[in-house]
């Protein structure tokens, strides 16, 4: 089980590679005019300040034999990509949505949404040119997830995670490859290392759910036990719509989260980063423990939404709840 917050003593290791600026700055807490995001902690060093203490937690989590071998180069992320073919395929947005969404749920994919790129969701001092991003969800098994937190010998739910990660790579680079071969430039992006694509406000905008308090996204369908990857692409599509079902109205009440994370990082209320009012976990707390920890986990996989066959009933919930209130209004 996790410890209490006040139990918690961070590891002198990650400790000492902090830089001298905090991780809530870089990211923009507190600052009330909206800016593009920063290059962090999963960046190649060259491009952010956390290198140090990047390297710090993978060498920790190279240790588990487990997890080393999840994260291996060897492991199973999918093909490389193709050649664009010249002979370009000609189809209608229509068309050409419904076929991607097909390809991508038959090929290991459980969600796909697809949003217009905007420069929000792009880091800052990268560039994306195409036009359309699809967003790409794969679920993780809950019993393996909610093992957290792992220890060295015992990383069930750190290899679950580095599987499901790998799982959405192959959907993502698959995608690309298919795309690619019909004659239309594709390029995917998967995590956990980051590039230019930031990950949770698309897959808000294209109905994949809503921001958990613990900082991850919460679905109607699998709670927040589920990884994401993307596709950026010049093919013509349609755009999906967020889905809002009143996870964030549950998340202003419930303190599950909150209790359940060991170095007390996820607030009780929402912030303001970078012009935003949102709910924000303290990187600084929370970084020590998640290397610690093999990547920890434990908020996602404590969430009620994340219990299989919960998050639907909840869902139909909190919907009936809105219009009730919408009612009395």
Known sequence: MAKPH??????????????DVSGNEVNGLGETTPRPATPFFWHPPSKQSFGDLQDAVLQHHRLSAGVRATYSPKAPRGPRAVEQVQLQVDRDAAAWTADIKTFALENEADLVGIVPMKPEYVYEGYEISEP????????????????????????????EVGEQYNRAARVSRNLTNYIMGQGH???AYAGPYASALLMIP???A???????????????????SFRLSAVVTKMPLLADAPDVFGADDFCASCQVCTKACPPGAISETKQTVRGVEKWYVD???CIPYFGEALGCGICIGRCPWSKPGTAPRLAEKMLARRARLADED
């Open 185 to 187: 430039y594709a390029k």
């Open 132 to 159: 359309w991003l699809i967003m790409i969800g794969v679920a993780m098994d809950h019993e393996r997830l909610n093992a957290a937190p792992d220890t060295l010998d015992e990383p069930t739910s750190a290899v």
């Open 283 to 285: 990187f600084d707390k």
């Open 202 to 204: 698309p897959a808000i």
């Open 6 to 19: 006040d139990d918690y003593a961070p590891l002198s290791q990650f400790l000492d590679a902090f830089p």
């Open 206 to 224: 294209a109905g994949f759910g809503e921001l958990g308090k613990h900082g991850s996204l919460i679905n109607r369908t699998y709670g927040s």
